[in-house]
């Protein structure tokens, strides 16, 4: 059973995934490319057996599951670092403390082309993906024992990814990752002063300025952050007030699948297809529509090496102007 | 001037390095080894021309400033990410916080040979880094303008090291990263309840469990932590509590070397000269001993790719067991 141990100085919750635990042997190669070829690609169509059966997929009405005709698939990890069955069991060791790691680990398989990727996918096909997303966070919201969903992709070797066939991957914790956490408390202290979403005055800012605008329509828009940790870090958020992202409707869906193909067509046509890790923020589960929260998109292409010492030092040196950035991707040609 | 940002949610500062701003074709040969050659490097004795003049060396009396005859050398950066001259000058924009990125960023040669590396340095060699780093700490703690100094290593170019010769940095801030910041809170939160300091508990713990301790001498400890983030991650604390790095003494530094020592040659027996990050994180400058604080090394070595996605996600995944590493790193034959 993997172990969720928690930091007794900071509180931060790491997991241990007992299960997928390496020996030491396995680290000397891993300065190589993990990427597989596709004939072994356990996400090709017709390889459906290669994962675990699915748990939910969009396919044509005369497919049968775990067999081709999808176009998007979900199945568990075939390598969970949480496991879906058992009871928490909080408790200690001393000053320590522990439970089990419950949570679910599911891949989506975002399109049947190995050579695919988000930024050339017609916009209809990610919007399938969108919407598995949100399918995946409503089923995934029902089961009590879990606090937060995250979803995120990872994108190319550096950026952490053991397949190059598209994919995303979602995971349910029985906690609140310190990340998400440090933007809760941060904005409720903000709408306890001043009564107001701090990311809702964000957006309006950035809408009056324009300096850091990468992609503006409707209901969404694309912004460099103040902030920026990363070279080309973009965030994408709803302009309306919503800290849920499973109350997206089929139009929201549709628009900011637009948006997000349009961001990362920007990136890529700037920084020669990088590699990048893309991750939803939403507030925790059953929350109730939080008048402080705002649900967002972060995405932070990976093109420094010393992007390596941020999680040592603790602060973020960004070789690049936010602004200068945000109008290099604006200059793309779409 | 190098910027400092906050970002409006979570109060974390950035620093934009704006003079050394990299257009997008910087990044495009990023992903290449950019450890340069022996004959270029601006470490070498005899090269003293090609850095900045020194700040400080320990050198041979017959010796002259910026020529060789040093043992240790501390220069500023050439390309530094924040700037010694100026004032903070805080201001606003909108809703958003910024300030002059005022600040040194110094660059100690830890020695003359190009080939060497801490793990495989004489312990006396590595003391007379450690005070440098001491040196370097007094020194600018003196500078009212700075709140913090923290001294970091990178080893290795997956680990954000752009030159091999073995060297390590320190940054003075006129703010306390956010990492030490939640380190200082969390420590202050378990004292005020227990009236103890987390980190001298922990230490008790691990000897009397001695399940993670790596090395074990009079005055230090080195273990892995219970929440360890990283495959292999250690930690160096001392036994006695102290907040403040600078009060190390001659004798302690000297059992300090041989610890560090060893802790670096286990790790290269079991994972074969690894990448990795060492920080060392005490309190805040002129905060006059914290009864709650406690001066800690924390080494990371970077062996997994999916340390990647950690600064995306906010939770980490640890494929080993700490217990498990800890017996490996005790099993090497020194």
Redesign the interface.
Known sequence: MPEL??????????????E???R?SN??T??ED?LTDLSKCPFEPGNEASTPPEILAYRRADSRPNEPGWWVRVVPNKFP?LKIEGTMDKRG????DMMNGIGAHEIIIETPNHDEEMALMPEMQINEVLWAWRDRIVDLARDKRFKYV?V?K?KG????A?LQHPHSQI?A?PIV????Q??L???LQ?YEYKDRC??C??IQ?ELS?RKRVVEDSERFIGVV?????F?FETWILPKQHESDYARTTRNDSLELAGLLKRTLQRLRG???D?PF???LHMAPLNTEGLPHYHWHI?I?P?????????????????????E?TAQ?LREVQL
């Open positions: 141990r928690k930091d007794p100085v900071i509180g931060r919750w790491v997991i241990i995934a007992t997928r635990a390496l030491p680290f000397k891993d300065k993990r670092a060791e001393g000053m320590y995250m995120f990872n070797a550096q950026a952490g053991s995971i914790l990752p310190l990340s998400v440090e933007e408390t941060g904005a903000y701090v990311f005055d964000l800012q300025d952050p103040f902030a920026q940790r070279p700037v920084l020669d990088p890790n893309l991750v972060e932070m990976r093109v420094t090496r010393t992007a390596g010492f941020e999680w040592g030092t603790g602060f973020y040196i960004n070789p690049t102007i936010p200068e290099f």
